[in-house]
């Protein structure tokens, strides 16, 4: 998927930390606000994703459901993470640490880490209260996989707040 500002296109190509990228561009740090965390079968998740990571059919997965959010609160990002529940146990602990982002938690072993984007393009973007829903639009996403030792171990996906990305 094509994007016209150069600003998204790093965003969408950017391989280290989203959490790092987008508080260098809010000027804010941000925190994660987990929304939902669940253990729950293979199957229930998307064919695609499973295929992407690779589960057996019995293969139990933990998917979280999760806000990037700046310091007044508001969504900067809505993100879905989806692993395999036999992850590697920095994964495992990264998981298991709902206070801070998955990317930072990780971040002292990134080179032990890849990210392959999978696909990207734009979808709604819908605000929490109806008073905010003046602001709903299209939103560019990212879906991506991330591979330690060659092996599939995580599959993220991003959807980024269109005040702060712009999506044309």
């Not at 591979?147 to 996906?157: C, D, K, Q």
């Amino acid at each position: 998927m094509e994007f016209a500002d150069p600003v998204t296109r790093r965003l969408v190509e950017h391989t280290g930390s989203t959490t790092e990228f987008l508080e260098q561009r809010t000027g804010h740090p941000l925190a994660v606000r987990v929304l939902r965390q669940d253990r729950c079968p293979a199957p229930s998740v998307c064919r695609s994703v499973a295929d992407i990571l690779r589960l057996d059919r019995d293969a139990q997965v933990v998917v979280r459901h999760s806000e990037l959010a700046a310091p007044d609160g508001a969504p900067v990002s809505r993100n879905i993470v989806v692993a395999g529940a036999a992850a590697d146990p920095r994964l495992a602990a990264a998981l298991a640490d709902l206070s801070r982002p998955l990317g930072r938690t990780l971040a002292p072993y990134a080179a032990d880490y890849e990210r392959e984007l999978v696909a990207s393009g734009r979808s709604p973007w819908h605000r929490g209260t109806e008073a905010q829903r003046a602001g709903t639009g299209r939103a560019v996403w990212r879906g991506y996989v991330i591979r330690s030792g060659g092996a599939p171990v995580l599959y993220v996906e991003e959807r980024f707040d269109p005040r702060l990305v712009d999506a044309s």
